[in-house]
């Protein structure tokens, strides 16, 4: 409580001059947490990265084909023949449908294997 025989002036100025060092000690604690903050911030760490790509594998050779045997082709006797029936009310049309059109994309490339490391630094 002001003191009745202070001015209306020295009442406003000791308010103000209060505020102010509130003020100052409040934005002296922020600075300070501010900083504890950011001392406190962890550092992941961080990587490094060499790719390396793998050599095609090495194949054995493909064996050579083995030789197929000679089996001889006994054709069968007494077989009967085509049909020479005739079927005079039965018409049939010739075959003149047209092969359907193949579109074939560019074939996929083949890629053989990558070889990944990764490096851990602090």
Known sequence: MADVTQSAAEIVNDKYNRSVDLANQA???VAESAQSLRDSVYTPP???MHWQMLPAPVL???PEMPALP???LAIPTNTPS???ASMPGVVIDGF???PPTLDFPVAPTLTIGVDFHAEVTH
Do not use: K, N, R
């Open 60 to 62: 054995p050779p493909i």
């Open 27 to 29: 934005s002296a604690q």
């Open 46 to 48: 961080t990587f490094s």
């Open 96 to 98: 003149d449908v047209l």
């Open 82 to 84: 085509e049909l020479q």
């Open 70 to 72: 000679d089996v001889p």
